[in-house]
């Protein structure tokens, strides 16, 4: 069964330094990937997905992530952090022709000091 | 409508308590997925509905939940004799079609739900 680990809980960085959250995942094809964004009282929002084709994904609000298949890694990064990116993030899989049946990571809760 | 709305957004219910959850897709979204989110955890599946039918409902954790959906609208799930492990938070998300990532899913701000 595939599965999806954020090794990281908790994540602390200051307004203005880079960001990097990282996602491992565990399936023996290559899936898709997703990182998602979800700030207090909202729904999950999208900020970037991979399918196939070039392995550095641009989102919104400046992230970007990395597909590295022989590390099972999609790591989500952002070069500058600011304060409303203060959130959780959760990395997502899906088996190709799983259909949109997501297998979630726990989450990273960032925190952004000023 | 324009996003994909849920009601309550909060429920406190008694232990034993039956309780309704709703969820209202985008407009033309003919797939809509249940998640539930307890506390420090990941999202998990509890089932998905293309159109009226449920292909995929391995999620559910017990015979106590159900859920159903009226066409390609309003879906409710349905929690009976809740307990405290029930407790969590309870996302819907759409999308238009059940096709492999080709589709991204619109998700629901949730229905918080406390069991006392």
């Known amino acids: 069964a595939q599965s999806v680990t954020q090794p990281d809980i908790h994540i602390t960085v200051s307004e203005g330094a880079s960001l990097e959250l990282r996602c491992n995942y565990s399936?023996?094809?290559?899936?898709?990937l997703f990182w998602y964004v979800q700030s207090p009282g909202q729904g999950l929002q999208l900020l970037l997905k991979?399918?196939?084709?070039?392995?550095l994904v641009q989102g919104i609000k400046g992230f970007e992530a990395e597909f590295k298949r022989s590390q099972s890694s999609f790591n989500l990064r952002k070069p500058s952090v600011h304060w409303s990116d203060a959130a959780e993030y959760f990395c997502a899989v899906v088996a190709a022709g799983g259909g949109n049946k997501l297998t979630f990571g726990t989450g990273t809760q960032l925190k952004v000091e000023l | 409508g324009a996003g994909v709305s849920q009601s309550p957004s909060n429920k406190v219910t008694e232990k034993g308590k039956d309780v309704e959850l709703r969820c209202d897709p985008i407009s033309g979204h003919t797939a809509l997925y249940w998640y539930r989110q307890r506390l420090g955890q990941g999202l998990e599946f509890l089932i998905y509905f293309q159109g009226n039918s449920a292909p995929d409902k391995s999620g559910l954790p017990s015979d106590r939940f159900s859920a159903e959906r009226t066409g390609e609208s309003v879906s409710t799930l349905t929690i009976q004799r809740t307990q405290q492990e029930d407790s969590a938070v309870y996302l819907c998300?759409?999308?238009?079609?059940?096709?492999?990532?080709?589709?991204?899913?619109?998700f629901g701000a949730g229905s918080r739900l406390t069991v006392l």
């Open positions: 998300a759409s999308s238009l079609e059940h096709v492999s990532g080709a589709n991204v899913l619109t």
């Open positions: 991979y399918f196939s084709g070039d392995t």
């Open positions: 399936y023996g094809a290559t899936p898709y």
